[in-house]
């Protein structure tokens, strides 16, 4: 696939952190399961929509989504068919909407978008793109559940506005944008509204000078938790390391021991110091591991191992021949309830057993009191 130096994804990124673009060009852009799994739902996604737009047949997409399924059986499954539905259905109401207020209003899939007046070489890929009467609507499917993604001030959306913007203000009056994030394993659609002289104003004088200094890897670096986290150099980062080591210095004001109120302060500089440090372990594992670097005063040991059979069938067929049931040699375990939602499907999972699920208390956690949770209550036993 074709990748732009500076992605519409990473811009959240490189708007704040301008030289991360210099230093993650050191390092290979790994794939993850999950986005390869992403990938693959917007495949499925754009499908479902062909269909419902009358583009295909329904023979035609019969014939596609056997294919599909063929190729994509790591990844296809029921939740995955559930969630490109809701998706599909979320879009095709956005544009009934903009049709019955504009009965020309088009809608285009898989837009690439072109926003290199203010990003050099900078392009993307809408997953959808309507423009009807005076507006404009920019949607995008993320098919991930870890975090929530709001589509307030969504750079990624907004440079996928500029682009839409820059191609289509010939031929349509557009005043307003629409963006919207549909996120449906989570059961949550995010939206924002801006006008367009804002947008282009934001274009102009906020992203276009960021822009040049991060493509031409000059700027300030800005290490924080939401710039750092999915930067490719961050394991060995400088400016990352020095915030950290600059945050966890600490003057000792009592002698002996921390008060209360010194561990309040410490416990915000934990999380990040950890996870950093984690970095760098992790960072040199799998050098030593997979690049087979040699570090000063380190080396590679055997780990601990547990016993495994060598070959499962033949254990039981031993075992079987020397008389044994098999109600003693298996155990029989109830599939878990991800996993028996996911075979029974949502649907039939909440039809036949939403009254057999129950939802203990969780375990108490210490979380920053900004923490939108409300403070945990324990329940007082009775006796
Ligand atoms: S790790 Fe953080 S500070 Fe360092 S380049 Fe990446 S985003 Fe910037």
């Known amino acids: 696939m074709d990748h732009a130096k500076l ?8 708007l704040l952190c301008h030289p991360s673009i210099r230093l993650e060009e050191e390092f290979i852009e790994e794939t993850s399961s999950y986005a390869e799994e992403g990938t693959v739902a917007h495949a499925l996604a754009e499908l479902k929509l062909r269909l419902a737009l009358g583009e295909l047949t329904k023979a035609q997409y019969k ?12 990844y296809y499954n029921e939740e995955m068919e559930e969630a490109t539905t809701t998706y599909m259905e979320a879009v095709m109401e956005l544009y009934a909407e903009a049709k019955s207020s504009c009965s020309d209003a088009m809608i285009m899939l898989e837009q690439r978008v072109d926003f290199s007046k203010w990003v ?30 709001s589509a307030e001030d969504n750079p990624q959306l907004k440079l996928y506005a500029l682009g839409a913007f820059n191609e289509y203000a010939m031929l349509y009056d557009i005043g307003q944008v629409k963006m919207t994030i549909i ?18 104003e934001w274009g102009d004088t906020y992203v276009k000078p960021r822009a040049l200094l991060a493509y031409n890897g000059e700027g300030e670096f800005a290490p924080g938790e939401e710039t750092c986290r999915f930067c490719r150099a961050k394991h060995v980062c400088k400016a990352r390391a020095a915030q950290q080591l600059d945050l966890m210095k ?80 298996y155990e029989k375990n109830l599939l878990s309830i991800t996993a028996m939602e996911k075979a029974l499907g949502k649907k039939q999972f909440k039809e036949l057993l939403s009254d057999q699920v129950i939802k203990p208390q969780g375990k108490p956690m210490l979380t920053p009191k900004e923490d939108k949770r409300p403070e945990f209550q324990f329940i007082k036993d009775a006796f």
Not at 7 to 14: C, E, F, L, P, T
Not at 140 to 148: A, F, H, N, S, T
Not at 183 to 200: F, K, W, Y
């Open 7 to 14: 992605s519409a994804s990473g811009a959240k990124r490189w």
């Open 63 to 74: 014939k596609q989504l056997e294919e599909f399924k063929k190729e994509h059986s790591t």
């Open 183 to 200: 996120q449906p394993r989570l059961d949550h659609i995010s939206t924002s509204e801006l006008v367009i002289e804002d947008l282009i």
């Open 120 to 149: 050099p070489e900078g392009f993307g890929t809408s997953d959808v793109v309507i423009i009807a009467d005076n507006i404009m609507h920019i949607t995008d499917l993320k098919y991930g559940r870890g975090v929530k993604v």
């Open 250 to 329: 600490y003057e000792l004001q009592s002698p002996e021991t921390f008060s209360n109120d010194e561990v309040a302060e410490l416990l915000t500089k934990v999380g990040p110091f950890v996870e950093w440090a984690k970095d760098i372990a992790d960072y040199a594992y799998k050098q030593a591991t997979e690049k087979d670097v040699k570090f000063k005063g380190w080396k590679l040991v055997e780990g601990r191992s547990t016993r495994r059979y060598k070959d499962t069938l033949e254990v039981v067929k031993v075992l079987k021949a020397a008389g044994y049931d098999e109600a003693l040699i």
